[in-house]
């Protein structure tokens, strides 16, 4: 072997060994172009009712949820061992009292006041996500607090014949009755930190419900057929009813 081929043999071996060492030590990994995410193990997707007094029964919806030894996170309290027969429905009453945080009263335990409380749920799979549950005031039936029973639309679903609110949420009379003397259509409001606003739950949509509310709740009737002279119901608890059955 003559001495330039020995040379150019040698650059070819350190070249080679070269790209080997620097491909290995420098190797940039091969993604996918399409990857798909891991499954949701826990998952709270809804609540109802969504706002309700203390003592009252509630459900969570969602997946991922085991047969024993799920623990519900409610504002500060938690609700140990709820049982779950279909892994996608929890129960569990509203509690009475908490041991202090907002908007729970100052105190080592005292009452659940009116306001807004985070709620996830634990077990051996996870954390889930929080979703936010209203406590509202105990509802008492009185002259000015009513029952009524209907479907739930949108203003936009009731057409033109007056300037419905289009994205307010309405209570609509079964065929051939009335809300309210000869009233088929009422507004559906909650109350509000600034006074009342529009439900804006879409869940309820297109839905039979029962609702349990104060009417006439305006302090001042307006004549104009616009959304804001809308007559309405201040809410206080609304349930989907399904076959006869509440939730």
Request: charge should be positive.
């Amino acid at each position: 072997m003559n001495k330039k081929k020995f040379i150019t043999t040698t650059v070819i071996i350190v070249l080679a060994v070269a790209v080997v060492y620097f491909a290995q030590k420098f190797a940039i990994p091969v993604i996918p172009l399409t990857t798909t995410p891991p499954a949701t193990t826990l998952l709270v997707s809804n609540i109802s009712p969504s706002f309700a007094p203390p003592r009252t029964e509630v459900t969570i919806i969602g997946s991922g949820f085991t047969q024993t030894g799920n623990a519900i996170h409610f504002g500060t309290e938690v609700i140990p061992d709820v049982t779950s027969a279909d892994g996608k429905t929890l129960v569990f009453t509203v509690p009475s009292g908490c041991r202090g945080g907002s908007p729970c009263a100052p105190g080592t335990y005292t009452t659940v006041l009116p306001g807004s409380y985070g709620i996830y749920v634990v077990n051996k799979k996870g954390t889930s996500n929080s979703v936010i549950f209203t406590v509202v005031k105990t509802v008492k039936i009185t002259p000015d607090v009513r029952e009524f029973k209907g479907t739930v639309k949108t203003g936009a679903q009731l057409g033109e014949v007056k300037s419905y609110c289009p994205q307010g949420l309405y209570l609509v009379a079964d065929e051939g009755s009335y809300l309210v003397e000869q009233t088929t259509i009422l507004q559906l409001r909650v109350p509000g930190e600034s006074g009342d606003k529009l439900l804006s739950d879409q869940k309820y949509i297109n839905k039979k419900v029962r609702v349990i509310g104060k009417y006439p709740a305006q302090q001042f009737f307006c004549q104009a057929l616009i959304c804001g002279c809308d007559d309405y119901i201040l809410v206080e608890r609304i349930d989907i009813v399904d076959g006869g059955n509440t939730y």
